[in-house]
């Protein structure tokens, strides 16, 4: 059964059909010649099911609050306020550029518009002061991989509602795996403006950093909403999204005045062509991991990689190198719907906790997002920089391995990402 579905996966992918095709017609194909003696509906009512649970009401809200900020003045006030401490240091700006993405993946909680409003602010700074194009566009697509990590994430709310697993504990787990990589891309950036000879930005004074902060103090009110606001148990992740979206339109409408009120059922209905095909796809997959679990591929997966009595780091393993290899090829939300699934047994029996292996997944999801062949952020880059693939791709592979490391520290010291849950929830 599993290899007829992959089969006709391979082959439709191959055909230049769109994600939710594959996976719609292996399912249905898988589930009526295995299962003949079930009607269709039962297939239906799964990939109605699959877009019913409440929490998912947060996905279309963080990316019409994303699409809202991205127009907006929002992103530039938060490089501004980073420049004004980073700028002088050697490789001050590339550290910012670090810094900014994680700043702004806090506040929209997409990998894709944090390339587009980071990168396309800092890219000419960074190639004026002497940085290589290879290494300025490795770093953006990378250091946007943040905004999967630092709350808001849509990876993780796809990963919370497939396993069952608290939204909330996994925002709050993110935090210090996505500051530790911050730490680390910022230390690899200050050694490449040594090597290089990088010169460093004329020092800003305090006052000067003042009026930076003074302008990001309302950009920087979403952290303190999601974070703060879940933490202090005062709303759900869901009415996080929701009170965004509302701060979003009062701060770059009628604060900032970047968009007029008339421009936001324009951005909704760009908001509503994304967030269809997002649920679509979780229809699709739905529909396709409950026809696997059915048909028990979840327990002959396990049975035949021989992992019904292998140790929890080697289950890790097995999901690490599972998720890193498939987001090289698939759309993220298609592998966390396909895979959670199979490996669920395994978590389960093995007792390992289901944030960590949420924060793991979500690692392998963002790597995923700028990893060759297919990696989303990419794309963006290619699109927005206007530079062939090759050029593109040149400088990753030194943020990939730095992220492949914080995998492994997670792995060895999962403390890293459940010290605040348990803070928060003890």
């Known amino acids: 059964m599993t290899e007829l579905m992959l089969a006709v996966m391979i082959i439709l992918l191959l055909a230049g059909f769109p994600m939710k095709m594959p996976l719609i017609s292996a399912a249905v194909l898988g589930f009526v010649v295995y299962f003949p003696e079930l009607s269709l509906q039962v297939l239906i009512q799964q990939m109605i099911g699959g877009v019913k649970p409440a929490a998912l009401v947060a996905v279309p809200m963080f990316i019409l609050a994303a699409d809202i900020i991205t127009r907006g003045h929002s992103a530039n006030r938060l490089i501004d306020v980073v420049m004004s401490f980073m700028g002088h240091i050697k490789g001050g700006l590339a550290i910012s550029v670090t810094s900014a993405c994680a700043l702004f993946g806090a506040v929209c909680g997409s990998t894709q518009a944090t390339v587009v409003a980071v990168g396309g602010a800092m890219r000419p700074r960074m190639l004026k002061s002497g940085y290589s194009d290879s290494f300025t566009i ?102 996080a999204a929701a009170i965004c979206v509302f701060y979003a339109v009062i701060l770059e409408a009628l604060i900032f005045r970047s968009i007029r009120l008339r421009d936001l059922p324009g951005i909704a209905l760009s908001t509503g062509a994304i967030t269809s095909v997002v649920f679509i796809l979780i229809a699709a997959g739905a529909a396709f991991s409950w026809t696997l679990s059915f048909a028990q591929v979840p327990q002959q997966i396990i049975e035949a990689l021989g992992l019904n009595d292998a140790s929890p780091m080697m289950i890790l393993l097995a999901i690490n190198v599972a998720f890193f290899i498939g987001c090289m090829f698939v759309d993220s939300i298609v592998v966390i719907l396909i895979l959670v699934p199979i490996f669920a047994p395994m978590i389960k029996a093995a007792g390992l906790d289901p944030v960590l292996v949420g924060v793991l997944i979500t690692l392998q999801v963002a790597i995923g997002a700028a990893t060759p062949p297919f990696g989303c952020n990419l794309f963006t880059a290619i699109a927005v920089f206007k530079r062939p693939f090759v050029d593109v791709v040149r400088g990753v592979p030194p943020f990939l391995l730095i992220l492949l490391l914080v995998t492994v520290l997670l792995v060895i010291f999962p403390q890293i990402a459940l010290f605040l849950p348990e803070l928060a929830y003890r």
């Open 138 to 239: 490795g770093l953006i697509v990378n250091a946007a991989d943040l905004a999967y990590l630092i709350p808001p994430s849509i990876g993780m709310i796809i990963y919370g509602v497939v396993s069952g697993t608290s939204i909330s504990q996994l925002f709050i787990a993110g935090i210090v795996p996505g500051l530790l990589i911050v730490v680390l891309f910022s230390i690899y950036c200050m050694w490449y403006a040594h090597r290089h000879d990088i010169p460093v930005l004329p020092r800003e004074g305090w006052g000067q950093r003042f009026v930076a902060m003074r302008r990001a103090l309302w950009p920087m009110g979403f952290p303190l909403i999601i974070v703060g606001g879940i933490y202090g148990g005062v709303f759900s992740p869901t009415e």
